[in-house]
């Protein structure tokens, strides 16, 4: 709609940008650094971060970065996860195919887990995203998936991830006994000014326009507006494209992005 208006090559601030593409905010290479650590070392990790601050990309990124001849990813995101939906998905990821009942398949899956490290050489790398949805008795379990050899070992590197109040539920007391068994945290937050600048023109780039779209002024609001949030400038900024095609103007102000961020301009007039 807009892309031929502006030149661009692909349509900017979708979701789709391919790993080697991403910005790397200086807390996005932090928080990729430290779960590589995780990952490296078979501890125990949380990610955390705001509601689209790029937690799921950044678990993207991490998975690129670490050798398939070394670690094998295994990747569950399910708000409805259970102890045996747990075992059964592992399993199948695992190339098993686990038995129903909960007991056995988790035996089985910790036996392929130790396999994959003593007779493979390879490190399990268990990402459970959205973990901030999981239920007490789910959350309970996390504590004995690490649980190997009467806790003196674990051949597996396990990384839960999911908005802030996972740090919260974490913090209480009936969860203290899992709270002390992670290694390394890290939680994602909003982009600096220069970091929003940096994003916008980045993602501009990647679309094939190297000259300014947005003024100085304009890039200010949004990250007032968006606090930094990547899922918020990209949709705000996309908005305010769709917006300057349909004035036939080339060029976002800060005029356009106070309209657009209010609810001021309306793309059906």
Sequence with gaps: MFEEFFG??????????PVHQLFLSQQYEEAIARMRYVAQNRY???????????????LRHLRSKL????????YLADSGLTPHSFYQELGIQLGMRPPYQRSAAKRLVHEALMERYEVHGKIPVVIV???HLLSPTMLEEVRFVTNF?????????????????????LRLQAFAA???????????????????KGYIAHHLRVAGVGHPVFTDEAIGLIHKFTAGIARRINNLCTTCLLAAYSKGTKLVDDELVKQVAVGEFDLGE
């Design 178 to 196: 899992i709270d002390q068994r992670i290694q390394v945290r890290f939680h994602l937050g909003g982009l600096t000014h220069e970091e929003t």
């Design 44 to 58: 125990f990790g949380l990610l955390t971060g705001e509601v689209g601050s790029g937690k799921s990309s950044a």
């Design 129 to 131: 995203d959205e973990a």
């Design 8 to 17: 661009f090559e692909r349509t900017p601030f979708g979701k789709d940008v």
């Design 67 to 74: 050798d398939p001849a070394r670690f094998e990813c295994l």
């Design 149 to 169: 050899e009467m806790d003196s070992f674990s051949p597996m590197a396990l990384i839960l991830s999911g908005q802030p109040e996972l740090r919260r539920i």
